[in-house]
């Protein structure tokens, strides 16, 4: 809500990379706020994680987050993997959730997903080692939202 009245923005397209407005994180103009989230009701069995990898102590910031949503018991009808401190925005991978969506969901696949989650990173020059610890995040971020125990 702003000085020209209501809107709505779909939550992909909140956020503002860089090389769209550098001196901006998200859509909102001058003097508008969010009054309103709407979360729609899944029309399947849903369930959910976020893990965060950190570097030290809980005050500090994570070198990798991932959430996941996954719509299905062990079919996955669809599903939703998002990451954070891995872009300057929240990095929704949909290549990754179009692998894990149409098939029944196990500890192969999970890694499987998470190499495509991956496959096009182009880490900085000295957070190389973020891609590792993204790829190990997404997998294990699935596997607990399916509630699978990795061996």
Same mark, same amino acid.
């Given at each position: =809500?702003? *000085?020209?009245?209501?809107?709505?923005?779909?939550?992909?397209?909140?956020?503002?990379? *860089?090389?769209?407005?550098? +001196?901006?994180?998200?859509?909102?103009?001058?003097? %508008?706020?969010?009054?309103?989230?709407?979360? *729609?009701? *899944?029309?399947?069995?849903?369930?959910?994680?976020?893990?965060?990898?950190? %570097?030290?102590?809980?005050? @500090?910031?994570?070198?990798?987050?991932?959430?996941?949503?996954? =719509?299905?018991?062990?079919?996955?009808?669809?599903?939703?993997?998002? =990451?954070?401190?891995?872009?300057?925005?929240?990095?929704?991978?949909?290549?990754?959730?179009?692998?894990?969506?149409?098939?029944?969901?196990?500890?192969?696949?999970?890694?499987?997903?998470?190499?495509?989650?991956?496959? @096009?990173?182009?880490?900085?020059?000295?957070?190389?080692?973020?891609? +590792?610890?993204?790829?190990? =995040?997404?997998?294990?971020?699935?596997?607990?939202?399916?509630?699978?125990?990795?061996?």
């Amino acid at each position: =809500m702003g *000085p020209t009245g209501d809107r709505t923005v779909e939550l992909e397209k909140f956020f503002a990379l *860089p090389s769209v407005d550098a +001196t901006r994180e998200n859509v909102l103009q001058a003097g %508008e706020v969010i009054v309103e989230v709407i979360v *729609p009701t *899944p029309t399947w069995q849903t369930r959910s994680t976020y893990i965060e990898a950190r %570097e030290k102590q809980s005050f @500090d910031w994570p070198l990798v987050s991932v959430a996941a949503v996954l =719509m299905g018991s062990k079919w996955i009808h669809d599903a939703r993997i998002v =990451m954070g401190a891995v872009a300057p925005i929240p990095w929704r991978v949909p290549e990754a959730e179009a692998a894990l969506k149409g098939g029944l969901l196990d500890v192969a696949r999970a890694k499987a997903v998470a190499e495509v989650a991956l496959k @096009d990173a182009q880490p900085m020059s000295d957070n190389a080692y973020k891609v +590792t610890i993204a790829k190990v =995040m997404v997998r294990r971020a699935i596997l607990r939202a399916g509630n699978i125990v990795e061996a």
